[in-house]
Every structure is written in structure tokens, then in C-alpha cells.
Nanobody, 115 residues
Framework: QVRLVESGGGLVQAGGSLRLSCAAS????????MGWHRQAPGKQRELVAT???????NLADSVKGRFTISGDVAKRTVYLQMNSLKPEDTAVYYC?????????WGQGTQVTISS
């Protein structure tokens, strides 16, 4: 079983910044990619950003220019730097890891942006 632990969520004012961190437990299985998703109340979970083992990144259009994903997939760590936060970024943010075709999820961390 792979365990992912997120940290860094909180409450900030619009225009502020937060940095989320995620670490996956050690496993002999290769991690192909890690990422961040978010789910706002009453909405479906949506992709925010991903990073592959080769370092390629992908960001949702809604966060491009404001969020940056980084990390070392081989070391099972991923970060999400969030700048210029907006009230619509309010959600529970989930870390994910794609390991041999199976997606594992963290418990989530709450991010709340006040206007």
C-alpha cells in the first residue's frame, strides 16, 4: 500500500500565496507521475497539475501563470507553488501518484482563499 501525505494548506487572502507539499511512502514500484487535483464544494474533482518522472509538467488552463508544480518523482515528492490566489481556488487539494498504472491519492488538504 502506498501512502501519500500532503501539507501546506490553509487560509489566505486573495492575491496571497501557498505552497503545498506531498510525499509518498517508499515503494519498490516505479512512480510514473505525480500531481495535484482539487475538489470544490458541489463540484467534481479536477486536475490542477502533473509532473512526470521525466520532469514534464502540465497545468490546467485556470492556473497557468499562477501555479507551478515541481518535485522529484523518483524520490516521491511533489510541490505546488500557488501564487496570486483567487477565491475560486478554494478547494480540497489532493496529491496523486501514478504507480504502475494505479493512481493513489492522499487524504487532501484544505485551501481557502478569502476575498
Amino acid at each position: 500500500q502506498v501512502r501519500l501525505v500532503e501539507s501546506g494548506g490553509g487560509l489566505v487572502q486573495a492575491g496571497g500565496s501557498l505552497r503545498l507539499s506531498c510525499a509518498a511512502s517508499r515503494s519498490f514500484l516505479r512512480v510514473n507521475a505525480m500531481g495535484w487535483h482539487r475538489q470544490a464544494p458541489g463540484k467534481q474533482r479536477e486536475l490542477v497539475a502533473t509532473i512526470t518522472s521525466g520532469g514534464s509538467t502540465n497545468l490546467a488552463d485556470s492556473v497557468k501563470g499562477r501555479f507551478t508544480i515541481s518535485g522529484d518523482v523518483a524520490k516521491r515528492t511533489v510541490y505546488l507553488q500557488m501564487n496570486s490566489l483567487k477565491p475560486e481556488d478554494t478547494a480540497v487539494y489532493y496529491c496523486s501518484a501514478d504507480i504502475v498504472g494505479v493512481t493513489y491519492w492522499g487524504q487532501g488538504t484544505q485551501v481557502t482563499i478569502s476575498s
